[in-house]
Structure formats: C-alpha cells, structure tokens
C-alpha cells in the first residue's frame, strides 16, 4: 500500500475526542441536560438585561403579589422580585457547584495520583489523611466552621464544601495509579528520564480522564445540594446576598399560603440537579461504552425475568 492509498483511510479514523463526542450527541437525554444547564446559567447571569426588578429592589406597591403583570413569579412579603431573586440565587448556587466540583476532582487528582506513584511513606501519610477526613462528619463540620467565617468571601464555604468531597474519589485514583504505573509506557517514560510530576500529568492522569470528567460532573450537582441544606439550615450564604438554598428556607413557612416563594427556587434547584445527573450519565457512556452495555445488558435481564 502506498502512502496516497494509506492517507485515506487515516483522515477517516476519528480519534478519541470525536468518537466521544460522538457516543455523547447519540443520547438524547445526555444533550438535553447539557442544553438545560447552559441555558440555565445563561438566564441566571444575563437576566439584568431583560428582567425590570432588581433582587434587592422592593416594589412597596407590590406585597406578596401573585406571579404575573411585571412580577413574573410574583413578590416577597416586602416586595422583592421573586424572579430576580431566584435568578441571583442560581448565580451563587450554580456558581459553588461549579468550583467545588472543579477543585475537589483536582485535589482528588492529585492526592490520589502521588500516593500511588510514589507509594511509601508518602502514600502512608495520604491515605491516613483521607482515613481520617472520611471519618468526620462533613456536614456537621462545615456547619460549625462557617458562623467563624461570618462576614468573609462566600469563596470560603467553596474550600469548606471542597474539603471534604475529594476522599472516595482519591481512593479510587491511587487504586487506578499502582495498575497503571507498572505499564511499559510508564515505565518507558521513567527511564527517558522523565520526572515524577511530568510522568502523572503526562501519561497517568489523562488515562483516568473518564473517571476525572464524570466525578466532577456529579460532584457539581451533590455541592449545590449540599449547599442548599447548609443555607437552608442559616450556615451558608449570608443576606442580603440570596441562594437557592436561602430562598427555599425563606419560602417553606409559605410554601402552603404562598406557593410561588418556595416551589419556584425549589424547582429550579430540582431542574438544575437532574439536568447535571444526566450530563454524568451521558459522559460516563461515551467515555465508558463497555460499562453502558454491561448496564444495558443487566437491565435487558432483569426484564426477561420479569
């Protein structure tokens, strides 16, 4: 075979990326999800241009007023715009999902990674850290840690929530790094004389990138849960500043009387989350096939018996 014969058939060959974004586009429910996110973050930070009512703007002819005329989803008792509230509560909510789920899948990364490299004293010293963060209670934790910050950035409860969402997934990273630092690549790599730190980044980390993707993908939606039960409880974001979470506790006394108080933040939170579950669902089966047929397959048995 030639070369011109040969050139054919190698622009033909889609590589990684695009049989993944392939797989991905195939589910419908996956696309859905991406489509709902983005378009709730685009509302979320763009509504100043279209929304007439600021968040912490009172319309003091316009008590508890029912969702409609200017106040699309109606006012609070002392006449703030429960739209525009609810659009700057994902800001923030959206926003500590988004960086919870970035920074703890990286310390994740990272803890996990070194620890299986390198192993001894090193991997003893990072595990017992992670034992020991497994073993406290995080939400109690985080709850009596946050009145101490009282005042500070909200970025503080971003490293609280961030703090204690990495361990199971540093776990499983070391397990994947003692299997994958014993390839030849690997160990090619080593004796080319390639450091430690270029050996994990270059050749260990991007062949555990499925699991990285997806882990950050579902930590995004258990963060904003998360955040909502701290703010719902007074231990999160702080008034004037608003969340999801602040405005379905502000909103549960009245979610009877007053529905549109609670059931608009609480059904937005609820759209948001199911929106990220099957974004993770989507990635896990394109960048995982093998794994989406054995559950397929389970499932086709389970009917069978049925």
Do not use: C
């Amino acid at each position: 075979m030639t070369a011109t014969d040969a050139t054919p058939v190698a622009e033909r060959t889609p590589g990684r990326g695009r049989l993944v974004l392939r797989r991905f586009l195939r589910r419908g429910s996956a696309l859905t999800g991406l489509v709902v996110v983005v378009l709730l973050y685009a509302m979320a930070f763009s509504y100043p241009l279209f929304s007439p009512w600021d968040h912490a703007v009172p319309d003091y002819l316009a008590f508890l007023a029912p969702p409609g005329g200017s106040h699309w989803f109606g006012t609070t008792k002392i006449g703030e715009d429960v739209f525009a509230q609810v659009m700057r509560g994902m800001q923030k909510s959206l926003t500590i999902g988004l960086l919870v789920g970035l920074l703890s899948t990286s310390l994740a990364a990272v803890v996990g990674a070194a620890a299986g490299y390198f192993g001894g004293w090193v991997d003893r010293v990072l595990m017992w850290l992670v034992d020991l963060l497994l073993v406290l209670p995080s939400f109690l934790v985080v709850a009596v840690a946050s009145p101490a910050f009282r005042g500070e950035s909200w970025l503080v409860f971003v490293l609280l929530l961030a703090g204690f969402s990495w361990m199971i997934t540093a776990r499983i990273v070391r397990g994947m790094t003692l299997t994958l630092r014993e390839r030849e690549y690997v160990k090619a790599a080593r004796f080319m004389g390639q450091g430690p730190f270029r050996v994990i980044a270059k050749h260990i980390l991007p062949n555990m990138a499925s699991l990285l993707i997806i882990d950050a993908t579902l930590t995004v939606g258990a963060a904003v849960l998360a955040e909502t039960g701290l703010s719902f409880f007074g231990f999160g974001v702080r008034p004037p500043d608003v969340s999801l979470g602040t405005l379905i506790a502000s909103g549960t006394e009245s979610a009877m009387t007053y529905p549109w108080l609670f059931y608009f933040p609480a059904g937005f939170l609820v759209v948001f989350v199911l929106a990220v579950n099957l974004v993770g669902d989507g990635l896990r089966d394109a960048l995982d096939p093998a794994a989406a047929g054995r559950e397929r397959a389970k499932k086709a048995e389970k009917g069978e018996r049925a």
